[in-house]
């Protein structure tokens, strides 16, 4: 399966005009439909319609063919109505102009500084008026399922994009882990030097005060408590198991937006006890460089569906 982003963006407009013979041909003379689905990132799946009056009526079928295939993301759905020429101009009905003319005179009465109607509003009602009385029924469906489509194919190739981009921190953080395994070995051995050097000192300073070989194993076993102080190799087994369930969840694909948000909050954890730990400040530079990676890896998985 395929890993798919919750950003996408897909515009189609109809070509559809109605059939020869039928009475509104003329009311629908270079009229079309324009639909545009916009998505970003969201927890959940959140839907948004915006309709002309004369399509509200099927705003549930465009929620349910929406929902069947999406499954997070906040998605704004456009549909329109619009003119196929500049050139074309609606003839207004006699029933119309009748109608018009008489909600005119009737407002005068009351309002007598109103402005009276103008062609361009005319013309405008005609349009609406002529544009409600086609059927759509028959374009918003297959209209939606193309524009549907476009959206999935732009989605996965955003997906295909953030997929390779999160593998090569994968990569990165891994190349980062490797070069801090050796690090704490050369720590616990230059610690128990420091160690027995200071208690060398100590007893050269004070003679006989102590068992030279009781001053080597206090220093071994202080040594010891140190290495297990800084110890990270638990952590980088635990960031290393965190980081195959993401190349497999990667290579699955599907529904894993959430699972990945998991695990990197889990990588975090990780790279912030290993700087915790730090006794050197190569090490610490090491998790600092691994949290930059991860936060980027973050910004990148919530984007994912």
């Known amino acids: 399966m395929s890993v798919y982003s919750m950003t996408g963006y897909a515009a189609v407009q109809s070509s559809t005009a109605p059939a ?10 270079g009229a079309s439909l324009g639909l545009e689905i916009r998505s970003v990132n969201s927890r959940f799946l959140d839907l948004s319609f915006r309709l002309p009056e004369e399509l509200r009526q099927f705003e549930p079928v465009l929620r349910e063919l ?15 109505i619009e003119s196929g020429s500049t050139l074309a101009v609606v003839e207004p009905s006699t029933r119309l102009l009748r109608r018009l003319s008489a909600v005119q005179d009737h407002v005068k009465t009351w309002l007598a500084d109103v402005q009276p109607l103008r062609v361009s509003d005319v013309l ?9 009385a086609r059927d759509w029924g028959a374009e ?11 959206l999935l194919a732009a989605r996965r190739r955003e997906g295909a ?48 005060a102590v068992v030279p070989e009781s001053a080597q194993d206090r ?21 290393g198991s965190h980081l195959d369930e993401l190349e497999r969840l990667l290579h699955k694909g599907g529904e894993i937006g ?15 006890t290993m700087g915790s730990k730090s006794a050197a400040l190569a090490l610490t530079n090491i998790a600092v460089e691994m949290k930059v990676l991860i936060e980027q890896m973050r910004e990148q998985v919530q984007n994912i569906e």
Do not use: C
């Open 20 to 29: 020869a013979g039928s009475a509104d041909i003329k009311a629908a003379a």
């Open 161 to 208: 994009r953030l997929s390779t981009t999160l593998l090569e921190k994968i990569g990165d953080i891994r190349k980062l882990a490797q070069q801090a395994l050796p690090l704490v070995p050369q720590l616990v051995a230059q610690q128990r030097q420091r160690f027995i050097e200071r208690w060398n000192d100590a007893m050269s300073a004070a003679p006989g």
């Open 66 to 80: 929406l929902g069947a295939q999406l499954k997070r993301g906040k998605v704004e759905v456009r549909v329109a």
């Open 219 to 239: 220093a071994l076993a202080e040594a010891t408590a140190f290495a297990i102080r800084i110890d990270v190799a638990e952590e980088i087994t635990r960031l």
């Open 140 to 150: 918003v469906t297959p209209l939606a399922q193309k524009a549907l489509k476009e």
């Open 258 to 272: 959430k699972r990945l948000d998991f695990l990197i909050q889990e990588l975090h954890r990780e790279a912030n």
């Open 124 to 132: 405008r009602l005609a349009a609406s008026e002529q544009a409600s």
